[in-house]
């Protein structure tokens, strides 16, 4: 599936339209961190960093599981998985500190979109 966001004079692709296009094709990805963050707040941490949970998965994917296939996951998407998970898991949605973000949004297929600054 594309999705594009259409700019002045060209065709521009923005993280968030990036980041729901990656999370509509790799479901399996979601689930990952959402269970890393349940084991890291099990392990007794009130709070943590989404960074963390991306590199831990990423060890996991190439170390661990010993998958065959290249394991992309792009550094600019751990806003949007913080929220989302912030968003649907009632048991983690204090688990990240979030900034404020500045740039426009759209609605996503769970509602997660943002104010422009």
Not at 95 to 112: A, D, I, N, S
Request: glycine letters at 6%; hydrophobic letters at 35%; charged letters at 30%.
């Amino acid at each position: 599936m594309k999705i594009v966001e259409k700019g002045e004079n060209c065709e521009v692709y923005s993280s968030q339209t990036k980041f729901w296009a990656y999370h509509e094709a790799n479901p399996k990805t979601y689930r990952k961190i959402v269970n890393l963050c349940r084991e890291v707040k099990g392990a007794g941490h009130e709070h943590f960093s989404m960074d963390a949970i991306f590199h831990r998965l990423r060890w996991y994917m190439v170390v661990e599981a010993k998958t065959k296939e290249p394991f992309k996951l792009n550094d600019h998407y751990t806003s949007f998985y913080a929220r989302l998970v912030a968003k649907q898991e009632p048991d983690l949605c204090d688990f990240f500190e979030m900034r404020k973000q500045r740039t426009v949004v759209h609605e996503g297929p769970f509602g997660l979109g943002r104010k422009s600054a």
